[in-house]
């Protein structure tokens, strides 16, 4: 029989949910695990009194992350129903193999390291970012950090289900990527093997990507693979010690909904109070870090002129 990719038959709408039961849980099955390395190293930093962990971050963490695998079985379903809906469309539809889940992670991981950049550059996709961003401790409970609107950010992976992966493949390598984040928020592996350095996102490299300090803003974007910042010149290596945290950090740190809304409540805020389109249009999607300084320029401003008032 030769041997044919390509032109695989139409999934039927009506058998939906036996394509979703076919779908591995792979998040869901990794859940103990993950808490189980979690107990480990939050016993392990208590003993050896590093400041690894904080009470109401840890707490927030929990919650956020709670919060966010109700919100993706939620939503599942409808995602499914979009993916199934643009396989069916394209005449170059992928048979399912499992072989292809390597080409796919590939594909998906670099259009994950554009998403993940963006989130950084437009205020209005940092929004749905800076929850990752706000511990002000590193360690794995971080990685349950997931905003729970940020599946809005489905809109830059739709090329790679444009591409014809059989939706199996596709949610498949959403999963693995999502799980492959976990284990580089720790402090305890430092250094691995250059090559491992040079090729993957591994905790090293992860750390520079949550520093506040400005070598490290905007830095290391690679969620599996580093090499896309080697090739689009956002790569820094770790030299200095992480300062862990955004450049204005949060109070309400165990508020879950204050976690995952005070950004979007702000960014809502200064576009009603700024005059004229342009100047909304950069409050929404200007830069974190050109707003910021923009906020602190007229803050001086207002000091100034109070001073001079007086």
Request: charged content about 15%.
């Amino acid at each position: 029989m030769p041997f044919s990719l390509f032109g695989a038959d139409k999934i039927s709408l009506e058998s939906i949910n036996s394509v979703e039961k076919s779908i591995p849980n792979i998040i869901l099955w990794a859940v103990p695990v993950m808490l189980f390395f979690t107990v480990i190293e939050m016993v392990v930093a208590y003993y050896q009194e590093h400041d690894f962990y904080d009470k109401k971050e840890t707490i927030g963490s929990v919650l956020v992350g709670l919060g966010n695998l109700v919100v993706s079985a939620a939503i599942k379903l409808a995602l499914l129903y979009l993916c199934v809906w643009i396989y069916n469309a394209l005449p170059w539809r992928m048979e399912f193999q499992w072989w292809t889940l390597i080409p796919c992670y590939i594909i998906y991981d670099f259009f994950s390291y554009w998403a993940h950049r963006v989130s950084h550059e437009q205020r209005f996709w940092w929004a749905t970012h800076v929850v990752h961003h706000s511990g002000e401790h590193y360690n794995l409970t971080v990685s349950y950090r997931l905003s729970w609107i940020q599946h809005i950010k489905i809109i830059f992976f739709l090329p790679v289900a444009f591409m014809g992966f059989h939706p199996i493949i596709f949610f498949v390598t959403n999963q693995i990527a999502v799980l492959f984040q976990f284990w580089v928020h720790t402090e305890y592996i430092r250094r691995m093997p250059s090559w491992v350095e040079y090729i993957f996102a591994t905790p090293s490299n992860h750390r520079v990507h949550h520093g506040s300090q400005e070598q490290y803003i905007d830095k290391n974007y690679g969620a599996t693979f580093i090499f896309w910042d080697r090739i689009f010149g956002t790569f820094e290596p770790e030299v200095e010690p992480v300062i862990y945290g955004i450049t204005t950090n949060i109070p309400n740190k165990a508020n879950p909904l204050f976690i995952n809304f005070h950004e979007v409540a702000d960014m809502i805020n200064d576009v009603k109070q700024a005059r004229g389109f342009r100047k909304k249009m950069f409050y929404m999607f200007g830069s974190p870090v050109a707003i910021a300084e923009e906020k602190k320029r007229l803050e001086v401003k207002e000091t100034a002129e109070e001073q001079v008032t007086v």
